[in-house]
């Protein structure tokens, strides 16, 4: 048992994640206090009483050295206690509780059709252009899917809402609200991963469809249909579900341009007027929660690829 390549692999993952998580913490409190500027100060204002602000400072431990809030903040962070913010005395926790689900929304159903669009756009422009055929058509997928792809999520969302809701009208500007209100947020952070997984799918699809085994079953008179999504799609997938998963991290992070263009009441703006506000503990807590939505997703991915490809686990052990 001791000797699993399984349990070797699961023990070698986790390692990862917690060296990982634990970069992730120190460097959010590295960052954070590398900012200029007295929170406290911009907390009360530049008219508060000195008595005040020194007794703010205080209390929230900003008078200890640097050492001394880093310890305390670790084990605050290991004991589940994000602090409290120095504008709205809320529990951080509390606050990111309020805001995780409208951004888990947004994140999750960009991916759910980056994925949807991808992978058939991707199957049928490798079946169509497999030999070299079509030379038009792969000249313009690619074309296009280059130049999706390096559209900014930012620039892409302005766009969207100049066009379909200030000039057509057919979605709200800004809010969250009823399902017409997620179409334009969810369109600008999935258009460029769709664009970039499209490509991806098709050059696997291309390569598997050379293999031998697709030889045999085309002599097998197998249904083409058959064949693509049966015997082609699911070996193509390994690189697809590892772009999948830094789609989604991807798509994680995007969210804070886009919730703020679209005033969507997620993280994303969430960490923005709090950088701008200068509060330690919301910017610090929220950036946790965005590096361990991260770091489990690609633990996660690395688990499914394991299982998908088991021989590649027993190779490394």
């Not at 205080?58 to 605050?76: P, V």
């Not at 050059?203 to 008179?221: C, H, N, P, Q, S």
């Given at each position: 048992?001791?000797?699993s390549?399984?349990?070797?692999?699961?023990?070698?993952?986790?390692?990862?994640?917690?060296?990982?998580?634990?970069?992730?913490?120190?460097?959010a409190?590295?960052m954070?206090?590398?900012?200029?500027?007295?929170?406290?100060?911009?907390?009360?204002?530049?008219?508060?009483?000195?008595?005040?602000?020194n007794?703010r400072?205080q209390?929230?431990g900003?008078?200890d050295?640097l050492?001394?809030?880093y310890?305390?903040?670790?084990?605050s962070?290991c004991?589940?206690?994000?602090?409290?913010?120095?504008?709205s005395?809320?529990?951080?926790?509390?606050?990111?509780?309020?805001?995780?689900?409208a951004?888990?929304?947004?994140a999750?159903?960009?991916?759910?059709?980056?994925?949807?669009?991808?992978?058939?756009?991707?199957?049928v422009?490798?079946?169509?252009?497999?030999?070299?055929r079509r030379?038009?058509g792969?000249?313009?997928?690619?074309?296009?899917?280059?130049?999706?792809?390096?559209?900014?999520e930012?620039?892409?969302?302005?766009?969207?809402?100049?066009?379909?809701s200030?000039?057509?009208?057919?979605?709200?500007?800004a809010?969250?609200?009823?399902?017409?209100?997620?179409?334009l947020?969810?369109?600008a952070?999935?258009?460029?991963?769709?664009?970039?997984?499209?490509?991806i799918?098709?050059?696997?699809?291309?390569?598997?469809?050379g293999d031998?085994?697709?030889?045999t079953?085309?002599?097998?008179?197998?249904?083409?249909?058959?064949?693509?999504?049966?015997?082609?799609?699911?070996?193509?997938?390994?690189?697809?579900?590892?772009?999948?998963?830094?789609?989604?991290?991807?798509?994680?992070?995007?969210?804070?341009?886009?919730?703020?263009?679209?005033?969507?009441?997620?993280l994303?703006?969430?960490?923005?007027?709090s950088?701008?506000?200068?509060?330690?503990?919301?910017?610090?807590?929220?950036?946790?929660?965005?590096?361990?939505?991260?770091?489990?997703?690609?633990?996660?991915?690395?688990?499914?690829?394991?299982?998908?490809?088991?021989?590649?686990?027993?190779?490394e052990a």
């Amino acid at each position: 048992m001791l000797g699993s390549p399984w349990l070797s692999f699961f023990g070698r993952r986790l390692g990862r994640f917690v060296v990982s998580l634990w970069v992730v913490v120190t460097a959010a409190f590295v960052m954070i206090h590398l900012m200029p500027g007295d929170p406290v100060r911009s907390a009360l204002g530049m008219t508060a009483p000195v008595e005040t602000v020194n007794a703010r400072r205080q209390a929230l431990g900003l008078d200890d050295g640097l050492l001394t809030q880093y310890l305390h903040y670790l084990r605050s962070v290991c004991g589940g206690d994000f602090g409290t913010s120095v504008l709205s005395n809320l529990p951080v926790s509390q606050q990111i509780g309020d805001r995780l689900p409208a951004t888990a929304q947004l994140a999750l159903a960009a991916f759910a059709v980056a994925m949807v669009v991808a992978v058939p756009v991707g199957v049928v422009m490798a079946v169509l252009t497999r030999g070299g055929r079509r030379r038009g058509g792969e000249l313009a997928f690619t074309s296009t899917s280059v130049f999706l792809a390096a559209i900014p999520e930012f620039l892409l969302a302005v766009g969207l809402v100049y066009v379909f809701s200030v000039h057509l009208g057919w979605f709200p500007v800004a809010g969250r609200g009823d399902l017409s209100s997620y179409v334009l947020p969810v369109l600008a952070l999935a258009v460029g991963p769709a664009a970039v997984l499209a490509r991806i799918v098709r050059v696997e699809m291309l390569a598997v469809l050379g293999d031998d085994f697709i030889r045999t079953a085309r002599a097998k008179r197998l249904p083409a249909r058959r064949i693509y999504a049966r015997h082609a799609l699911p070996n193509a997938l390994t690189a697809t579900l590892t772009m999948g998963g830094l789609v989604l991290t991807g798509l994680v992070a995007g969210t804070v341009l886009v919730e703020n263009v679209f005033a969507w009441p997620g993280l994303g703006s969430t960490i923005v007027q709090s950088i701008q506000q200068k509060d330690y503990p919301v910017v610090q807590g929220i950036v946790l929660v965005y590096g361990i939505g991260v770091l489990t997703v690609n633990l996660l991915v690395d688990v499914l690829l394991t299982v998908l490809d088991p021989r590649s686990t027993i190779r490394e052990a």
